[in-house]
C-alpha cells in the first residue's frame, strides 16, 4: 500500500513539474537565443545567452524525457492507478489555468508582434551605414512572422513532444 501511495504522489508530482516547468524552459531557451540575437560583441550578454539557451533545452528535454526513460529502465513499465487519486484532482484544477493563460498571453502578443514588424522595417530603412541597428531590423522583420508561425502552433509542438493528446 505505500508503495502505490509513493508510486501515486512521485507520479504526480512528475506531471505537475512537467505541467509547470517545460512551457517555463521552453521560454527561458527562447529568450536564450533572443539574447544572443542582440549581444553582438558585448561577452556578457553572450554568456547569458549561452546559459540561458543551453540550460533552458537541457533542462526542456529532460524534463520532457526523464521521467519516460526512468520509467522504462527502472519499472519496465509504467505503474497502473489504483482507485481514486486525489492528488490528481489536485493537478487537474491546474490545467485550465494553463489554456486561458496563453490566449491572454496569444492575445496581447500578436498586436505586439505586428507592431514589431513595423517597427523592424523602419530601423531596417532608417539605419543608413550602421550595421548593428541594420541587423536589429532585419532581426525583427525575420523573426516576427516567424514567433507568429510558433504562436499558432505552439499546442500542435508541445503534444509531439509530450505526446498528449
Not at 541587423?135 to 512572422?145: D, E, H, K, N
Request: net charge positive; proline share 5%; charged share 10%.
Amino acid at each position: 500500500m505505500i508503495d502505490n501511495l509513493t508510486n501515486g504522489v512521485f507520479g504526480q508530482m512528475i506531471r505537475f513539474m512537467q505541467i509547470i516547468l517545460v512551457p517555463s524552459l521552453g521560454i527561458i531557451a527562447l529568450v536564450g537565443f533572443i539574447f544572443y540575437f542582440s549581444s553582438f560583441k558585448n561577452p556578457i550578454r553572450k554568456r547569458r545567452a549561452f546559459l540561458f539557451s543551453f540550460f533552458g533545452l537541457i533542462g526542456f528535454f529532460t524534463f520532457i524525457y526523464g521521467p519516460l526513460l526512468i520509467i522504462y529502465y527502472r519499472f519496465e513499465q509504467p505503474a497502473l492507478s489504483v482507485g481514486n487519486e486525489t492528488l490528481s484532482s489536485v493537478v487537474d484544477i491546474a490545467i485550465p489555468w494553463g489554456g486561458i493563460t496563453f490566449y491572454i498571453i496569444k492575445i496581447i502578443a500578436e498586436p505586439l508582434l505586428f507592431f514589431l514588424f513595423y517597427f523592424g522595417i523602419a530601423i531596417w530603412l532608417m539605419a543608413a551605414k550602421n550595421p548593428p541597428r541594420k541587423r536589429i531590423g532585419i532581426g525583427l522583420v525575420f523573426g516576427c512572422p516567424v514567433m507568429w508561425v510558433l504562436i499558432q502552433n505552439v499546442g500542435n509542438i508541445y503534444n509531439f513532444f509530450t505526446g498528449v493528446s
